[in-house]
Structure formats: C-alpha cells, structure tokens
C-alpha cells in the first residue's frame, strides 16, 4: 500500500524554495525599508519598477524577508492592474508598456481604434494595454507611455514618445504653483495651521466653520465634513487621518488639476484636519497614473517637513497600483495596510474602527482644498456662492463633447447648459448636446431635456441621477446613451473587486445583455435590483444606474440594430 504524508518534512517552510539569489536582489532593490506589512504594496512597486514584472523567485524572497506567506504576497501582487506577476514558465511582459485609456471620454475621441494602431505600428517589444480611465479626460484620447502621460494622443506622438525612451513625468505644459481656485497671492500658507497649533483657532471652531460654510464630501458621498471631523474626534485615540487622492471614476480629474496647481493649500487642508481631529498620522494614497503629481507632493512633503511651521504629524505617501476599488473608503484601508483593496462589511465604520484598527478621518483632495478656503475666506464667503438657493463652488471635471474640456470652478446649483456655455466655450463645433453623465461612471445618464437641472447634492435622485464627485461628461446626437452605459458596465465588470456575487457575477451579466441589440427591460430590471440590494459596496450597488437611465430617459435606444460602439 503507497503512504501518503500529507505533513511537509519538519524544516521545510510553506511553498516554493527560496533562492539565494532572488533573495539578494530583493535585499538590494529594498535598500534596508522596513519590513513591515503595510509596505507590501510600496516593495512590490520597487520590485516592478527595477524588474519591469514580479517573477516566482523574487516574490517568494519577498515573502520571506517580509515573514509573510507566499499566499499573501502573491494575492495582493495578483489583485492590483500595475503589477505584472509573472508565473513559472511564462514570459516576462515587454519591458515597456503604453496603456490607452479606453473609459468613455476617451473612447468617444477615438481611443479605440487608436489602440489598435498603435499595436500595428509600436511592435511586439511595446505591449499596449487598454486601461480603464487615467484622469486626464479632459485631453482625451488619453495614453500613458511607462509613467508619462501623452494627452490628447496621436498614433505620432506615442510612437515619439516610445522612441525617445522617455521615462520620467514632468507636470504637464500649463500646471503651475500658482493657485487655481483664486486665492490671496503671497499670503502665508500655513496660516491657519499655526492658528490652531497656537491655539489661537480652536478644533470646535473649525468644526462650526464648516458646518456653516455648509461643506460636503467631494470624493462623491456628500458626507458633511464638519460632522464627520467631530464624530472621528469623538472616538478614543490615537485616531488616523487618510487622504483619499485615487481618483478613479471615469470622468474625474478634478483631484489630479488641484495636486498639480495647489499643492500647499491641499496640505494645509490636511494638516488642519489632522490637527483638528488630533490624529497623529496622515496617510496620502495618491492613483499610481499620477507620477508627475507623485514627484511634485514629494518635494512639497520633504520640504515641509524641513522647515516645519509647527510640529507636525507623520506624513506618508503611498501610491496605488491600478485598482479603481481602491478609492472606496475602507478598500483604500486595506491598501494601505499592504492588502487586496477589497472593501469591508459595515459596520464598524472606518470612523470607528479604520486605518491599523484606529478611528480614522477619511477626506477627498478636493475637500481639503476647500478647507482651506473657507478658513481662511469665511464660511460666508463659500456659502454664499451657490446658485438656485444651494451652498457653495466646487471643481466640475468636464469632458466628452465640448468646446473646451476642464475643470471648471463653478457654484453648486450651476445647470449642464450654464457649466457648458460658461466654462466650456459651448458644445464642440459640429455636436449638439443630447444627454450627460453629471456624476461619472455611477452617476446615472441624463437627456438633454434635463439639462436645466441644478448640479448638487440631492437635487438628481428624483431623476436617477446623482452627482458624486461632479465628473461631467457631454454626448452630442453623433452618440448613443446605450453606448456610453455598455462602456461602464464593462468597466465596473473589470473593476468590481468579485468579493461578492451580485456585483462580480451582475457586472458582467449586464455587460452581456447590454450588448445585445434589444435590451430585456424586465430582466434587467431584476438584475439591476438584486445588484443595487444585495452588493457590499457602492461599485455594486450604483453600477445598474447607467442602464437604468436608459430605460427610463433613452427609450428609443432600446432596440436598436447597429453594432455596440
Ligand atoms: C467604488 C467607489 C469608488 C470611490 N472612489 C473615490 C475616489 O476615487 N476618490 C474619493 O475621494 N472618494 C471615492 N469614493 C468615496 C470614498 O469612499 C469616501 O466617501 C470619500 O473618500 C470620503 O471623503 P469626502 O468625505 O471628503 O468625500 C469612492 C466610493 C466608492 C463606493
Ligand atoms: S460590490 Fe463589487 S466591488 Fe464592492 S465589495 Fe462587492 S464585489 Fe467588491
């Protein structure tokens, strides 16, 4: 009778063999870091970036060093689009990469078949990956060449810039220091962070400025700041404070346009939310597509850290790897604890139980910008500059079929037709408007007809709508409603993190139908409910409103021969 011995011989660990060399290479590219968990993602980044792929060897060393298992590491390596991990047998990847946005403003100026050029003319030695959206709609068609952006792209400029082997991202022709948002020039940046640190600003006053400036959650749930702020203050320390920059939604920019113009008036924002809410770290996680935004804050980071106006909390700057769920409170946690971006069941709330365990403040960029502001301005002054009875100005991200896509600072409350008219110059020469997405991939699709709607929070939920973190994106009558939702769905199929069944298996039953030229409402009624009821979070749950906007405002699409686009 053959033995079988399910036991491994005493002395040899778990999994593959660690190789002496893999192990110097790892020891060598992580130049004595800290090895602890929470920098999984951080190593893997230095490994991908020295090796061009994650092979067997080096992650297993990676594991070993780390005194995590291979299961670990490999799950986390595996989980994140930016890391190439490379199985037994199989063959590294190109050791260059041009990724073309295909997301929805990108797609409507060509990017697809641009893709398909740039794969006859680049060669085998340059893969050319489609990549859901690079926050840079607003030059659409959109191609990153390694980590440098090339916006809007021709089939000539990628081939140029793969030529000439550029590797590194300066910020792009028109970002400078100067603030976008119009504030006092020369004025001291770190006023009110010397304020409250003399105590000369209290954390309850800062709390009231908000709750009277009446600020709301730019990242896309709308959340009040101030009483956000005062519940994580309420909670036993030592309390975190996490700023989300990962900015994924199709369709947004508006993040990536302030990082780029005003870097100091963001920390500030930061650091008087650290120091309001006493929490004593900050952990930025900025979208790994920003490179040249990565440089620039590091420079900021070290040189405020140099010449520190007050003493200051830690600051680290940690950088996604391609994973849009990441930008969902509580998967972005996981992160930046070194793990699958997979989000969390509540409660408890991250406010509650967060970032390594503690309560944490989770903000937007963009709401931090505006903190800032507000201190600084007057919680009259952003209140007063709503339209149609709302509160306050926001950055729109505008793109798709207008005569000048950007980010437009506009009150809330502004319509479609007043952003494009004041901000964008008008629709595009040729394009009349016929239906917009006021709140990017999850925000619903909109017909012209409603065009007249104030933007804000609250006011587009009659409608199926929502704004979110305000990405606009314009169709003309050259486009179809069904179209642009076809695109989503296959984008949140892609993105959806497959932890649970309504979202991974929903996501792409509604790609499927969809994709068919006469839609089944009834079924897709059904589907879309069960994905809106039963998903973990928000990706799942908003995820149908796209094809439900169809339904309900575009019901001449419904049945329609021509081929999906
Ligand atoms: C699928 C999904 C993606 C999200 N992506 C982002 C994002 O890229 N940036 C962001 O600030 N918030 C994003 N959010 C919202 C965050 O979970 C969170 O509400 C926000 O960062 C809180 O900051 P705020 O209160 O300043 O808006 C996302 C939410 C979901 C459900
Ligand atoms: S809804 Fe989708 S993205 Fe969110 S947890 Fe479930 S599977 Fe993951």
């Not at 298992?69 to 991990?85: I, L």
């Not at 060509?110 to 990956?129: K, T």
């Not at 408007?433 to 804000?456: F, N």
Request: charged share 20%.
């Amino acid at each position: 009778m053959q033995v079988i011995h399910f036991r491994r011989p005493p002395g040899h660990p778990k999994g593959r063999p660690v190789e002496a060399w893999a192990r110097e290479r790892v020891l060598a590219l992580l130049g004595g870091a800290p090895l602890r968990r929470d920098l999984l993602v951080e190593h893997l980044h230095r490994i991908q970036d020295a090796e061009g792929h994650l092979s067997a060897p080096m992650l297993a060393a990676l594991a070993a060093e780390m005194r995590l298992s291979q299961a670990e590491v490999y799950e986390t390596a595996t989980f994140y689009h930016h890391f190439d991990v490379v199985k037994e047998g199989e063959a590294a990847p190109p050791a260059l990469t041009v990724r073309v946005c295909e997301s929805l403003s990108c797609a409507m100026a060509g990017a697809g078949a641009l893709a398909e050029r740039l794969e006859g003319s680049l060669g085998p030695r340059v893969r050319v990956q489609r990549v859901p959206c690079i926050g840079r709609c607003d030059q659409a068609p959109a191609v990153v060449v390694h980590q440098c952006p090339v916006a809007p792209a021709t089939e000539q400029a990628v081939v140029g810039a793969v030529a000439s082997g550029v590797r590194d991202c300066p910020l792009p022709e028109g970002a400078r220091p100067a603030e976008a948002t119009g504030a006092v020039a020369g004025e001291d940046d770190w006023a009110r962070v010397r304020a409250l640190a003399a105590g000369r600003l209290g954390a309850a006053q800062v709390f009231d400025e908000l709750d009277a400036a009446g600020l709301r959650g730019l990242g896309g749930a709308g959340f009040p700041t101030g009483r956000k702020w005062r519940i994580v203050a309420g909670r036993p320390g030592p309390r975190m404070l996490v700023v989300n920059a990962d900015e994924g939604e199709p369709g947004t920019f508006k993040d990536r346009w302030l990082l780029e113009r005003e870097p100091r008036r963001f920390l500030e924002g930061m650091l008087v939310a650290a120091l309001a809410v006493g929490c004593e770290a900050c952990y930025v996680y900025l979208r790994d597509e920003y490179a040249g935004v990565r440089a620039a804050l590091e420079r900021e980071i070290s040189a405020l850290l140099a010449a520190p106006p007050v003493p200051l909390p830690a600051i680290h700057l940690r950088r996604g790897a391609g994973a849009y769920i990441c930008g969902e409170e509580s998967a972005l946690i996981e992160s930046i604890e070194g793990k699958r971006g997979v989000p969390r069941l509540r409660p408890p709330y991250v406010a509650e139980v967060g970032l390594f365990g503690r309560p944490t403040l989770v903000n937007n960029v963009e709401t931090l910008v505006w903190v800032s502001h507000i201190l600084e301005r007057g919680a009259v002054w952003f209140a007063s500059q709503g339209r149609r009875g709302r509160k306050g100005v926001r950055a729109f991200s505008v793109s798709g079929r207008v005569r000048q896509p950007g980010v437009g600072i506009a009150p809330a409350g502004i319509t479609l037709r007043e952003l494009v008219d004041e901000h964008c110059g008008g629709m595009a020469p040729g394009h009349e408007l016929y239906a917009y997405l006021p709140g990017g991939a999850s925000g619903g699709i909109l017909p012209a007809a409603l065009a007249d709607l104030p933007l804000d929070f609250d006011t587009l939920q009659p409608h199926g709508s929502f704004i979110g973190s305000a990405a606009v994106v314009v169709l003309s009558t050259q486009d179809r409603a069904r179209d642009a939702a076809l695109n989503l769905m296959r984008f949140f199929r892609d993105e959806s993190c497959g932890q649970c069944t309504p979202c991974r298996a929903g996501t792409a039953k509604a790609a499927e139908l969809i994709g068919r030229p006469n839609w089944d409402r009834v079924l897709l009624a059904q589907l879309s409910a069960a994905m809106a009821d039963a998903s973990i979070c928000g990706l799942g749950q908003a995820a149908p409103n796209p094809v439900l906007s169809v339904i309900r405002h575009f019901p001449q699409e419904l049945a329609d021969p021509r081929p999906a686009a």
